[in-house]
């Protein structure tokens, strides 16, 4: 196509796909790209005993301050680009998160698609974005984590990696009762009262897993 294409790292559920370049190389490379999920969604039918084919979806990435002149005023300009290309586009309510980006969904035949892009570059080229934009960049997925045998463990590809610093956590809560009653200032551990000095644990936790300890 000409254009420069980066797409970002490959550790998170979703990843981002930079296309840079004049306007010509970077619709043929959006033609390009449809055309691909376009084919990978007839190999996908093949062995399917889905009738219906669904459309190519792209989700775009677009500056929050520029999707206004996108939907135009009451909803003008999305609905003439809709009618104009054939393509369906929703933009979102809400922006993406730790950004100030929102996310325009795309879907349609490949030629629909490509239409509809050089419609939305027309009108973000006329309205160019206002003050800074903080781009969305996906976070990476947390491995998810198991209990098994007093230990806990994460779970990478097909194998399971010993975590000590969340078994030390695991079994500090399953030595410890539920927490105290309200009403209740004391805590109910066995064999302490209020004047018995308590002792304290620290561990270290991976960022990615303290919110759902919290």
Do not use: W
């Amino acid at each position: 196509s000409g254009a420069r294409i980066n797409i970002s790292e490959g550790s998170c559920p979703e990843r981002i796909v930079t296309i840079t370049g004049p306007t010509d190389a970077i619709f043929k490379a959006f033609s390009m790209i449809a055309l691909k999920f376009e084919e990978d969604i007839n190999a996908s039918m093949t062995n399917s005993t889905v009738t219906s084919k669904p459309p190519v979806t792209l989700r775009l990435v677009v500056p929050a301050s520029q999707c206004g002149s996108l939907i135009g005023k009451g909803g003008s300009k999305i609905k003439e680009i809709r009618e104009s290309t054939g393509a369906q586009v929703q933009v979102a309510g809400d922006m993406l998160p730790n950004s100030t980006e929102r996310a325009v969904t795309i879907s349609g035949t490949p030629d629909a698609i490509i239409q509809c892009v050089k419609q939305i570059c027309v009108v973000m080229l006329e309205s160019p974005p206002k003050g800074a934009t903080i781009p969305y960049r996906p976070k990476p997925a947390s491995a998810p984590i198991i209990f098994a045998g007093g230990q806990a463990f994460t779970i990478q590809g097909q194998y399971a990696i010993p975590h000590p610093d969340l078994t030390k956590l695991h079994q500090l809560a399953m030595q410890h009762p539920p927490f105290t009653p309200l009403g209740q200032t004391t805590p109910g551990f066995p064999g302490l009262d209020a004047t018995t000095p308590t002792s304290s644990h620290e561990l270290t936790i991976p960022n990615d897993v303290s919110g759902p300890i919290v």
